[in-house]
């Protein structure tokens, strides 16, 4: 089967290389924005490693079938989820790992850890890491995910081989959501690829959970209030964040999203730059960033979705 993954073929290349000549480094590091895969495309490796058969991952041999039904022994998934509000490792996670690493794998080869989030990985923490992952015990890999390179500690970061998992084009992100979502509206399909800005993850985050898809259809209907300068309809649509930050900031991220959208299409036609456009495109960016500070700080939601309203159309 091979890797089941959505552009970044020079990615899923390099990692095809390395499972053929079966010469594993000790440390991958696979960064990108939120929601490129970076964490899909590391666990197929891990699952290629311990596949047993040649076209890997198979999805049919017995490793193959264990990764999937999450009971393969060799194989441990740490670090951070956000959604339950997990901030990083912790000493004592990193001297579990450790001690763990040090146990001879149960079957196959090699044993995997995956360490999730590792621009979150507290300082300590890291630093307790850091020995093992420049000389980790033999038959080890550790797989590394960050949303980007750079926020990595350079301790860390300098010990691993980096895979760049980069944000496709539109199309092929439209073409890869229809498969998956094959009954859903083609203008709610378009909607979400152009707003993921590259990010599948993001896009299938749009149509597929309550948050996304209400962001999705506010956003839009901000937009189109906003280009008709209709300000009594922006405000009527935006009283709708007035008690929802979680939905408020999904929605300015969808709305600057959209706007970088109708940007790069009004250059494309027109073949220039429309500075008046682009001004006010720069004060629609300043309104979003502030408000989005405030409402992060526990400002007062109300009024900060009332002053955000006000200054988009002053002047």
Do not use: W
Request: aromatic share 10%; proline share 2%.
């Amino acid at each position: 089967m091979s890797f089941n993954f959505c552009g970044n073929e020079n990615v899923v290349s390099l990692l095809d290389s390395i499972l053929k000549n079966q010469k594993f480094s000790h440390a991958y590091l696979f960064y990108g924005e939120d929601g490129v895969g970076k964490k899909t495309i590391a666990r197929q490796f891990a699952q290629a490693i311990f596949c047993e058969n040649d076209n890997k991952p198979c999805m049919e041999c017995d490793g193959c079938k264990k990764f999937l039904t999450k009971n393969h022994p060799d194989y441990f998934e740490i670090g951070m989820d956000s959604s339950k509000g997990k901030q990083g490792f912790n000493v004592s996670d990193a001297r579990k790992l450790i001690e763990d690493a040090y146990v001879k794998p149960n079957e196959g080869s090699y044993k995997i850890f995956l360490l999730n989030n590792v621009d979150s990985l507290l300082t300590a923490a890291a630093n307790t890491l850091l020995k093992t992952l420049e000389e980790p015990p033999k038959n080890v890999i550790f797989l590394l995910t960050s949303c980007s390179r750079s926020g990595v500690l350079e301790t860390v970061s300098s010990r691993c081989v980096p895979v760049g998992i980069c944000p496709v084009q539109y199309e092929i992100c439209f073409d890869e959501i229809k498969k998956r979502f094959s009954g859903e509206n083609d203008d709610h399909l378009k909607l979400a690829s152009q707003l993921c800005e590259g990010s599948i993850g993001r896009a299938i985050f749009y149509l597929d959970n309550s948050i996304g898809r209400e962001a999705l259809a506010v956003s839009e209907d901000l937009i189109k209030a906003y280009f008709s300068n209709n300000e009594l309809k922006f405000v009527q649509v935006a009283a709708a964040l007035e008690d929802n930050v979680e939905l408020s900031l999904e929605v300015f991220k969808c709305f600057l999203s959209r706007i970088k959208f109708i940007i790069n299409e009004n250059i494309k036609q027109q073949n220039k730059v429309n500075v008046s456009f682009i001004n006010r495109i720069d004060k629609v960016f300043d309104c979003v960033e502030r408000s989005k500070k405030i409402l992060m700080s526990n400002g007062n939601k109300k009024i900060t979705i009332a002053r955000f309203c006000a200054e988009l159309f002053q002047g």
